[in-house]
Nanobody
Framework: VQLVESGGGLVQPGGSLRLSCAASGFTFSSYAMNWYRQAPGKERELVAAITSAGGSTNYADSVKGRFSISRDNAKNTVYLQMNSLKPEDTAVYYC???????WGQGTQVTVSS
């Protein structure tokens, strides 16, 4: 199992980023996927989750209405569209397959002017 995140970077408050997580080594369409984040000095927290077919999603209260999780099972990729970014969204963002507890290496998102 391999999960590779991309798309992080430095963005100004109010800006947008789209994170991608390319999955390999398993039947991607059979698994629910998650995005987590971890800010310095804080515990890792679940940001968004999506079911295997993409029919159901869930979000942390802190990102509802601003972030959107989606997936393309033909491309073995899960996305996190982040809009209206705030400085408190600054963190390392991780892709996760809950079943089996697999993690990517993370991608840094920094929201700062």
């Amino acid at each position: 199992v391999q999960l590779v995140e991309s798309g992080g970077g430095l963005v100004q408050p109010g800006g947008s980023l789209r994170l991608s997580c390319a999955a390999s080594g398993f039947t991607f369409s059979s698994y629910a996927m998650n995005w987590y984040r971890q800010a310095p000095g804080k515990e890792r927290e679940l940001v968004a989750a999506i079911t295997s077919a993409g029919g159901s999603t869930n979000y942390a209260d802190s990102v509802k209405g601003r972030f959107s999780i989606s997936r393309d099972n033909a491309k073995n990729t899960v996305y996190l569209q982040m809009n209206s970014l705030k400085p408190e969204d600054t963190a390392v963002y991780y892709c996760n397959r809950k079943r089996g507890n697999y993690w990517g290496q993370g991608t840094q998102v920094t929201v700062s002017s």
